[in-house]
């Protein structure tokens, strides 16, 4: 994929994903989002159990494993779809994603720009820090590749 075209995907999955911030909005309740969307809706555990076809203490282990959060993505489907509900999975970034890639850019040129400048210093050639922004910019701009961006360096 091209850079280009990577970055108008990342700008239409953060266009998608910022109707989902603040994440705080979608914070399971403290028993998981099955018990309270069955204690809401006034059914038991047998009654869940049966729409399901697995037993009450089946429900009973679903409901634990949803509240610490090893549930497994079909059991919890299944569930949903019992409750008359729809599972929505997403991963939201916690900023957008070209942010994302800004500032992974900006840590990775600015540690390979301050090895360089140790170098110097240590050959009595240092440099100026005052354009040491615009230093940064065409290291970014001239280096980088948004695929070098996630190689451990």
Known sequence: MKSNTRKRARLRLDERLQSLQPIDRFRAPPRGWV???????????????????????????????????????????????????????????????????????RKIAIRELQRVAHTMRLEAQGTDNADFESRIQAYIR?????RDLWNEI
Do not use: F, H, W
């Not at 090893?70 to 008359?84: H, K, P, V």
């Not at 001239?142 to 948004?146: G, N």
């Open 35 to 105: 018990r309270a969307l069955r204690d809401a809706l006034g059914m038991t555990g047998v009654q869940l159990g049966a729409r399901i076809g697995i037993r009450p203490q089946t429900v009973e282990t679903i409901e634990k494993s949803e509240a610490a959060g090893t549930i497994q993505l079909n059991t919890l489907r299944r569930a949903a779809e019992a409750l008359d509900c729809t599972l929505v999975y997403a991963l939201v970034p916690n900023s957008s994603l070209e942010a994302v890639i800004e500032a992974r850019a």
């Open 142 to 146: 001239d280096k980088l590749s948004e």
